[in-house]
């Protein structure tokens, strides 16, 4: 079997951050959260790293993360590029978001030849969650349906004290297989508890604490990607012409589409670490709190890259 690589998107860091030189660093050594996922997928056995990014953002981010990188893997990089639209469709006037996350992974389509796992830029994952899906990947490969994977987290070890975050929320079976996922977009932490809102903070529904919810750390075959084709124009010309300016193609809505079509299984790897991320500003603090304690525990070496 190929060996799995590891597919980061990227595209959004940009503009997140009102450009990638204003990108803190989360420890004393000058690196960034994409740093530790980089790092504890290698220690996994990851090899190769494909970097999907915006071509405006291409000669910072190799300044920044992405020479550092190639000292240590293989590294390739791809554009995700808004006029990149099947034959017929056009990018409508005035849109400026990026298509989303499964157009994210779907430029990868002409350099992706077998396994391969998906991360956000920004989210830090933990050691396990990295060990987990390559090993899976390794062990495993479609039959009569697509087989995948997912590393899911409790709800409340992935929200932030200081806004809204979105997340797929789950819905596991006893077996430890995915049975539905629901995009929420706007999930606030209340109290000691997480709910959602779908139109703009009018009404609320409370999750329940125990939900699992994805961060988009997933394990595919390449199988996805011609399925992601496919679904891309449906989504173009169903979706996306009832809100042009922001819809958005939403990987974990095309996976749950396979799983109620009965195409696909995807097993749930259930990681008990805590999510850190920097999705505010006043994030920060918690996120450089949590790095110094990994390493004095020796998670991670004080210098991550000698």
């Known amino acids: 079997m190929t060996e799995p690589v590891l597919v980061i998107m990227a595209a959004g860091m940009g503009s997140r951050y009102g450009g990638l030189k204003q990108i803190d660093p989360v420890d004393g050594q000058g690196n960034l959260i994409i740093d530790f996922s980089i790092y504890d997928a290698l220690r996994a056995g990851f090899k190769k ?3 999907i990014i915006k071509r405006e953002i291409e ?3 190799k300044e920044r993360i992405g ?3 190639a000292e240590k893997a293989a590294v390739e990089y791809i554009y995700q590029e808004l006029d990149n639209l099947p034959e017929g469709f056009s990018v409508p006037e005035d849109r400026k978001k990026p298509w989303g996350t499964g157009h994210a992974v779907l430029s990868c389509k002409e350099v992706i030849k077998g396994p391969f796992a998906v991360i ?3 989210d830090y994952y933990g050691r396990q969650a990295f060990s987990m899906i390559y090993d899976t990947l390794l062990s495993t490969g479609d039959n009569d349906k697509f087989q995948y994977a997912m590393v899911g987290y409790g709800l409340m070890n992935t929200l932030t004290e200081h806004g809204h975050v979105a997340r797929g929320v789950c819905r596991v079976d006893a077996d430890g297989m995915l049975k539905e996922i629901e995009e929420r977009v706007h999930i606030e932490k209340q109290g000691e508890h997480g709910a959602f809102t779908e139109d703009n903070g009018s009404t609320w529904q409370t999750l329940d604490d125990a939900s699992i919810v994805s961060m988009n750390l997933w394990g595919f075959h390449e199988s996805i990607l ?3 084709e496919a679904k891309f124009k449906d989504f173009l010309e169903n979706e996306a012409v009832l809100n042009p300016l922001k819809a958005e193609y939403f990987l974990p809505s ?3 589409g396979l799983i109620k079509e009965n195409k696909a299984e995807v097993k749930v ?3 008990p670490d805590k999510w ?3 999705t505010y500003k006043e994030d920060k603090e918690r996120v450089v709190k949590a790095i110094q304690e990994f390493k004095e525990k020796g998670i991670y070496p004080e210098k991550l890259w000698k």
């Open 49 to 51: 790293v494909i970097f």
């Open 269 to 271: 790897l259930k990681s």
């Open 254 to 256: 095309v996976v749950d």
């Open 276 to 278: 850190y991320g920097v």
């Open 67 to 69: 020479n550092r990188i």
């Open 59 to 61: 000669e910072d981010f």
């Open 120 to 122: 956000n830029a920004d």
């Open 226 to 228: 011609s399925v992601l």
